[in-house]
């Protein structure tokens, strides 16, 4: 098993150095820690090593992993796609959901949330890399979304999440980051709590262009099996 404990600690040192040359410190960077396929047992170990916040995938996963370890000490994330149909169980399990890319399921999101006495942090899931990712908005459309799931009760809109897509080096996922960057920065000052952005291949560049909210899974527990 990869020593977590060491590469957490190795991870937040390069996340440090990456947001002093943003005029910032690794404390201004949240570190999502993301556990889709890891076992509770590896999770746990993360968190012995300080891991707060932690990333999910899929919603049936993140319940399982929920039933076993709580909310106490740690804070779920929802990072990959939210079908409507199991935002019900979501709203159960997870804090922040990065993954909005529809009125409708911010309508969904809120209903949920409410009814259950949540108040649901969101990130809208902006698509700048074309054919590269599946889900997300188009650039062109991001600030309108804002705009109308703004008023939505039981949600607060908190920010932009974003992926660069596959490319060869981490310098290339660079404009991408950039761009996202400059949506975030239109954005009204009380929304603009989350710029999610930045993975195992590339979060010290993310981070560089103005990232707070990193998501790494690999660099922590190893290539996934
Ligand atoms: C899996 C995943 C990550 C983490 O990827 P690593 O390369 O393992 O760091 C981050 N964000 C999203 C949306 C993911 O699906």
Request: glycine content about 8%; overall charge neutral; hydrophobic content about 40%.
């Given at each position: 098993m990869a020593n977590i404990s060491t590469n957490l600690c190795v991870v937040k040192n390069k996340i440090?150095?990456?947001?002093?040359?943003?005029?910032?410190?690794?404390?201004?960077?949240?570190?999502?820690v993301v556990t889709k396929t890891r076992s509770v047992e590896e999770i746990r170990e993360a968190i012995a090593a300080g891991a707060v916040d932690i990333g999910e995938n899929y919603v049936q996963e993140a319940e399982d992993k929920f039933a076993e370890i709580g909310e106490e000490e740690v804070k779920w994330h929802l990072i990959g796609h939210l079908q409507?149909?199991?935002v019900r169980h979501a709203v159960e399990v997870f804090s922040v959901i990065h993954s909005i890319d529809s009125e409708e399921l911010a309508r969904e999101?809120?209903?949920?949330?409410?009814?259950?006495?949540?108040?649901?942090?969101?990130?809208?899931?902006?698509?700048?890399s074309g054919e590269?990712?599946?889900?997300g908005v188009d650039?062109?459309?991001?600030?309108?979304?804002?705009?109308?799931?703004?008023?939505?009760?039981?949600i607060r809109v908190?920010?932009?999440?974003?992926?660069?897509?596959?490319?060869?080096?981490?310098?290339?996922?660079?404009?991408?980051?950039?761009?996202?960057?400059?949506?975030?920065?239109k954005l009204p000052e009380?929304?603009?709590?989350?710029?999610?952005?930045?993975m195992t291949s590339d979060?010290?560049?993310?981070?560089?262009?103005?990232s707070n909210m990193v998501r790494i899974g690999t660099a922590i527990f190893g290539p996934r099996g």
């Open positions: 440090d150095a990456a947001a002093r040359k943003s005029g910032r410190t690794g404390e201004d960077v949240t570190l999502v409507r149909n199991k999101i809120g209903k949920r949330s409410e009814a259950i006495g949540k108040l649901m942090d969101v990130l809208v899931e902006v698509k700048v590269a990712t599946k889900f650039p062109k459309d991001t600030l309108s979304l804002v705009d109308k799931i703004s008023s939505i009760s039981g908190c920010g932009l999440m974003g992926m660069a897509p596959a490319v060869a080096s981490p310098e290339e996922a660079r404009p991408y980051f950039s761009e996202i960057k400059k949506l975030w920065a009380e929304q603009r709590l989350y710029l999610s952005m930045g979060y010290e560049v993310a981070v560089e262009e103005g």
